[in-house]
């Protein structure tokens, strides 16, 4: 069956840190893979995109790798601050534009 | 840029009532937006793909009479619960599609969600 997977449901990480989420998926094959962001009761906000010919992009402190042999995507926060917790989510393009999530990371990051 | 709105924010109804969830795509038009569920702690659930002027295509499982979805302009979709039960209580987001130029990979950009308490 197909799964998104992101194997930690919460992670704590202390400010100044670099901080590693991790998006298995079986199953599927992207286009591109997407990071989005999430705070408690709001919708998710667009971090980053990396499509299946790219094996990394870099935004700011944000970085995304995507490697399409093990079927991964990592997500690095460098030099993490405490406005970095929130939940953050990956999704895949599966057809005609619909993406589809992964259950999310709750990402605290301590003071 | 790309931004989307959700009106109302928050809606508490009473059990059997109908409910209205408009999204707009404020900046951009959006021949596509989807609609998605998410219970606390879970993730996004699609429902249903709204294409402007044509009948939403349902996730399965997802019952079509119950969720209407209208998606009558370029910049607004609707999802109306029908008879709401206090089981049908969630947070609802939408998303537009922005279609880059240039046969580009699109991008959805979310609402900010309407929280639907059923009493």
């Known amino acids: 069956s197909q799964k998104i997977e992101q194997n930690s449901e919460a992670l704590n990480i202390q400010e100044g840190k670099t901080a590693t989420l991790t998006c298995n998926y079986t199953?599927?094959?992207?286009?591109?893979l997407q990071w989005y962001r999430q705070d408690p009761g709001r919708g998710p906000v667009f971090l980053l995109l990396?499509?299946?010919?790219?094996k990394e992009k870099r935004k700011e402190r944000l970085k995304v790798t995507f490697d399409t042999t093990l079927k991964q995507s990592l997500f690095h926060i460098t030099a993490s601050q405490p406005a970095d917790s929130a939940t953050y989510l990956c999704a895949l393009d599966s057809s005609a534009s619909k993406i589809i999530f992964g259950s999310g990371t709750r990402l605290s990051i301590r003071p | 840029g790309a931004v989307v709105s959700q009106h109302p924010s928050r809606v508490i109804c009473k059990s059997g009532t109908s409910v209205k969830i408009e999204c707009r795509s404020l900046d951009f038009q959006a021949t596509t937006m989807f609609w998605y569920r998410q219970f606390p702690k879970q993730s996004l659930m699609l429902m249903a793909t709204?294409?402007?002027?044509?009948?939403?295509?349902?996730e399965q499982g997802v019952e079509k009479d119950k969720f209407l979805i209208n998606h009558a302009s370029l910049t607004l979709s609707t999802l109306t619960v029908t008879s709401a039960h206090p089981e049908d209580s969630s947070f609802y987001i939408c998303s537009a599609l922005n279609q880059l130029a240039g046969g580009g990979t699109d991008t959805q950009y979310f609402g900010p969600g309407t929280r639907l308490t059923v009493l």
């Open positions: 199953n599927y094959s992207p286009a591109y």
């Open positions: 709204s294409n402007e002027g044509s009948k939403a295509t349902y």
């Open positions: 990396i499509r299946e010919n790219e």
